[in-house]
């Protein structure tokens, strides 16, 4: 068994777990979401890293189930899932196509980098958030959450349409 575990390349694994949707927005993959850190051999292991999103991410745990029975699935029973917390997660491992797959989706894609943050408080509204219907930034902030704490609530004062704001951390 380990044999054919080491004969997999690593890539595959990595394509694997690019076909796990994020339980809360099913449209991007853990990947893109830049949960998965690393996929490494350890001795004779195989060793997946996450990094949870927020702390206390409800969703966290089904990430870890969804990898879990995903790689059972294609015959990978033995392996690790570890947690990593440093460096903590941030919106900045979306790369621009996830932030579309976002925004295509429906929810506005996280505005800002980590420079223009830094003593922002993740609660704080941003400046600009471009409605994911018409691209107009006149938006305001209904609410600070929205469907899930990650989420704020806006709405477009153009199209009126609300939308979910995907917060910068
Ligand atoms: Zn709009």
């Not at 595959?12 to 850190?37: H, Q």
């Not at 890293?49 to 870890?64: D, F, K, L, V």
Request: with cysteine; aromatic share 8%; glycine share 4%.
């Amino acid at each position: 068994m380990v044999k054919i575990l080491h004969a997999k390349e690593v890539s595959f694994i990595w394509d694997i777990l690019n076909e796990i949707p994020d339980p809360e927005i099913p449209v991007i993959s853990l990947v893109e979401l830049g949960v998965v850190r690393g996929v490494e051999w350890v001795d004779t292991q195989l060793q997946i890293t996450i990094t949870p999103t927020y702390s206390g991410c409800p969703a966290m745990r089904m990430m870890e189930m969804d990898i879990e029975q995903s790689l059972r699935k294609e015959g990978i029973t033995d392996f690790k899932i570890a947690m990593q917390y440093h460096p903590a997660w941030t919106t900045d491992w979306m790369s621009e196509a996830t932030k579309s797959k976002l925004k295509t989706y429906g929810i506005a894609p996280p505005q800002a980098h980590t420079k223009q943050r830094i003593g922002v408080l993740i609660s704080d509204a941003p400046t600009e958030v471009a409605c994911p219907q018409c691209n107009s930034v006149n938006t305001k902030l209904i609410s600070e959450f929205g469907s899930t704490a990650c989420k704020s609530l806006m709405k477009c004062n153009d199209c009126l349409e609300a939308f979910d704001y995907f917060k910068c951390i």
